[in-house]
């Protein structure tokens, strides 16, 4: 219907034989009219194995209601993954004209119009103080922070320092796409990473620091606990820093990579026990 509104005297003159005679943007698409009667780009895909609709896309006026509202529809669909993004999207199955120019307006309005997004609601004891969450009740930390899930984005990290991209990139590759998309669906589960604010036992009467490492092709990584120990011989283990790189781009074998995580707990030990001795005393270091 909204073909016959914007494009009724091309589809008329392609019917009959007359495509040579069209004039504006929709000449360099080459649009044929399918079977049914739909408008579609023409292009130069006819060898490729893609299918019928993401070779031959639906035109579509780009200041048609109706194009609009899939741009809505597609750019919400995505998280509001941005112009680009949302365009790539879109001309899987439709390819509005001036479609950067239209889909980058409708985007535009639609960031403008969103109310401002209100804070989590971490219950009536949680305290913000420097952009963590501490809930005074339980003591405990609550981070929203990236950093804390270094095991799920050192993979798509990694696939970004392929393609030579930043994190603060406006956009991604559309192969990338639907990872961005389930990392973006995670991140609701970072509010429920909790840590205990206080990580020795109270009067206790000495602690050690215990160091892991690990690697893989994607990463390599080390963490260090706390251990502590009071007088009626409880005893206390938490986690007190940990610190993660993504693995260099040029493949290496995975006892190299180990061998650099070790590294890397070396380095993070020393800094940490040259913290904690000026006003602890470390017992013992284990790795």
Not at 72 to 84: C, S, T, V
Not at 223 to 238: F, G, H, L, P
Request: with cysteine; glycine share 4%; net charge positive.
């Amino acid at each position: 219907m909204c073909q016959l509104e914007s494009f009724s005297e091309e589809i008329n003159r392609i019917k009959h034989g007359k495509g040579k005679d069209l004039k504006g943007p929709i000449v360099k698409l080459s649009p044929f009219v399918d079977e049914t009667g739909i408008l579609r780009v023409g292009g130069r895909l006819h060898a490729s194995t893609f299918q019928f609709n993401k070779k031959h896309p639906v035109l579509l006026h780009g200041d048609h209601v109706f194009t609009v509202l899939l741009i809505e529809r597609e750019h919400i669909r995505l998280l509001h993954a941005g112009p680009q993004q949302t365009l790539y999207s879109l001309r899987e199955r439709y390819w509005p004209i001036r479609g950067r120019v239209v889909v980058k307006r409708v985007v535009h309005q639609l960031i403008h119009e969103d109310e401002p997004l209100s804070e989590l609601p971490f219950g009536n004891n949680s305290i913000k103080t420097l952009g963590v969450h501490w809930n005074s009740q339980l003591d405990m930390l609550v981070y929203q922070s990236l950093n804390l899930n270094a095991n799920q984005i050192s993979k798509p990290q990694k696939k970004l320092c392929l393609c030579k991209l930043d994190w603060d990139d406006p956009s991604i590759p559309p192969e990338l796409c639907q990872e961005w998309l389930s990392f973006c669906s995670n991140l609701q589960f970072l509010k429920d990473i909790i840590i205990p604010r206080q990580v020795l036992l109270e009067n206790n009467t000495g602690f050690d620091l215990i160091g892991f490492c690990d690697a893989s092709q994607h990463a390599y990584a080390s963490c260090i606990y706390a251990r502590s120990i009071d007088a009626q011989k409880n005893v206390k283990i938490e986690l007190l820093c940990s610190k993660t790189k993504v693995a260099p781009l040029k493949v290496l074998t995975i006892p190299r990579l180990e061998l650099m995580s070790a590294v890397l707990l070396a380095e993070l030990m020393s800094k940490v026990s040259k913290l904690l001795t000026v006003n602890h005393e470390v017992s013992q270091v284990r790795f």
